[in-house]
């Protein structure tokens, strides 16, 4: 899904992930923004599980492909049935990219091909979501990704309840061989992005942050948050050595 990937970086750009959404739901006006952050310059469109029914969500995929950017649904519901039920409406969307869920044989026996899926490494809870283990346990549940076909794992670094974020970048960096690692949830300033490119990090879900102009505060247009996004994340360091 992603331009870049692997344990170095190829060139200085980290790939930003605009996610229709308010704290973890789908916003229900999501399809009236895609036109205009395509024409901005965003390539890789997001939403979640929830906020909207599958009926919109098939819309905004429409809507996302008409443009010739890359469409991708998080899954944040964390029972177990919510959960599946997602991964089945992903499957039937036909989005370029599943984000999300933590069941990979679930999502093997649904999805098929796991090339274009990043389960959350570690324990997710709650909703709006938040992320438990410790960064050895993000680093197994990234090589069980990689053994099981994902394309990487969808990383709830700054919503980290106990473990430092940057020491679960780094853990599942190592631990990902190749694979790629997004990191979602709580990215709000430049100073992050510039911290997770240099760690490794391969795209960033922004969405909130947006739709609250928290990311350029002196800025209230939908217009100047995306354009100082883009601008930070096609502006990113390399990864550090």
């Not at 205009?36 to 492909?65: N, Q, S, W, Y």
């Not at 649904?73 to 999300?100: I, K, P, Y």
């Not at 649904?110 to 993000?138: C, K, N, Q, W």
Request: hydrophobic content about 40%; overall charge negative; aromatic content about 4%.
């Amino acid at each position: 899904c992603l331009r870049v990937g692997g344990s170095a970086r190829r060139e200085p750009l980290m790939d930003f992930i605009f996610m229709l959404t308010r704290h973890d739901s789908t916003i229900e006006d999501a399809g009236d923004l895609i036109d205009a952050v395509c024409d901005l310059g965003v390539t890789h469109i997001g939403f979640k599980d929830v906020g909207v029914p599958p009926a919109t969500m098939r819309e905004l995929v429409e809507k996302i492909k008409r443009r010739d950017a890359l469409s991708y649904l998080e899954v944040v519901s964390t029972a177990h049935d919510a959960m599946l039920r997602s991964l089945e409406v992903a499957s039937d969307l036909g989005v370029d990219c599943v984000l999300g869920g933590t069941d990979l044989d679930a999502a093997l026996r649904i999805l098929g091909d796991l090339s274009g899926y990043f389960p959350f490494p570690g324990h997710p809870i709650g909703h709006p979501t938040r992320l438990e283990g410790s960064p050895a346990l993000v680093a197994d549940h990234c090589r069980k990704a990689r053994a099981m076909g994902c394309g990487g794992v969808d990383l709830l670094a700054y919503r980290a309840t106990h473990a430092d974020p940057l020491y679960l970048v780094r853990a599942a960096r190592a631990a990902l061989h190749g694979g790629k690692l997004i990191v979602a949830g709580s990215v709000r300033t430049k100073q992050q992005i510039d911290i997770l490119a240099k760690a490794g990090v391969d795209a960033c879900t922004i969405g909130s942050a947006v739709f609250e102009g928290a990311f350029s505060p002196t800025k209230g247009s939908l217009r100047g948050q995306i354009e100082d996004i883009l601008a930070a994340c096609n502006n990113a360091p390399k990864m550090s050595p």
